[in-house]
């Protein structure tokens, strides 16, 4: 069974920096299109980017909003994800999803949440 | 970027009733190559995570009831839910991965009546 567990979010003040971790089971990361998904607070679901598998160049993707602030990585030694955030905004506060798939996600982790707050 | 909209904001439905959530798409996510549209639904219950309803528009997830149907192509879809239950209370989401950045609809929220 594939299983996702997100963690590392917390309260950051602006400008601040926060990495996140996803650990996959039942999968290698290497070997699946890895994506952040973020949802602020009552609002919907926003893509933040993503890393393509192994066989298919490994390329890193970013959502605007992000790109220069935010590092996908993944280490596949620990089959873990990673998001390294940067330069937080009080506009970056949302509960923040890793999933699986090139183009449709699923499944999905629980999410981390994370508060960019002065 | 392609910029999803989704009507009814929310609905109210009967249990046992048909539920009906129009999604829009702001350029075709139809690829002439494959005839596919690139478009899925999420089905989000409060304080969960999404989870995966249908794909390639009409494909459902392993495990998805058959109440749920999708269909469109082109700019315009809809997810329909033939029979409502009470478990289906949530927030519906359309997403197209025709180009990146792939993007999501507002959502559409379902309540029982």
């Known amino acids: 069974e594939i299983q996702l567990v997100a963690s590392g979010g917390g309260l950051v003040k602006p400008g601040e920096s926060l990495r996140l971790s996803c650990v996959a089971s039942?999968?290698?990361?290497?070997?699946?299109?890895e994506n952040w998904v973020r949802q602020a607070p009552g609002k919907g679901l926003e893509w933040v980017g993503r890393i393509k598998s192994k066989t298919d160049g490994g390329a890193i993707d970013y959502a605007a909003p992000v790109k220069g602030r935010f590092t996908i990585s993944r280490d596949e030694s620990k089959n873990t994800l990673y998001l390294q955030m940067n330069s937080l905004k009080v506009e970056d506060t949302a509960v923040y999803y890793c999933?699986?798939?090139?183009?449709?996600?699923?499944?999905w982790g629980q999410g981390t949440l994370v508060t960019v707050s002065p | 970027d392609i910029v999803m909209t989704q009507s009814p904001d929310s609905l109210a439905v009967s249990l046992g009733e048909r539920a009906t959530i129009s999604c829009k798409s702001s350029?075709?996510?139809?690829?002439?190559?494959?005839?596919?549209?690139?478009l899925a639904w999420y089905q989000q219950r409060p304080g969960q995570p999404p989870k995966l309803l249908m794909y390639w528009t009409s494909t459902r997830e392993s495990g998805v009831p058959d109440r749920f149907s999708g269909s469109g192509s082109g700019t315009d879809f809809t997810l329909t839910i033939s029979s409502l239950q009470a478990e289906d209370v949530a927030i519906y989401y359309c997403?197209?991965?025709?180009?990146?950045?792939?993007?999501f609809g507002p959502g559409t929220k379902v309540e029982i009546k």
């Open positions: 999933s699986n798939g090139w183009g449709w996600f699923g499944p």
């Open positions: 997403q197209q991965y025709y180009s990146t950045p792939p993007t």
């Open positions: 350029q075709s996510v139809l690829y002439a190559s494959n005839n596919k549209n690139f």
């Open positions: 039942g999968f290698t990361v290497t070997n699946a299109w």
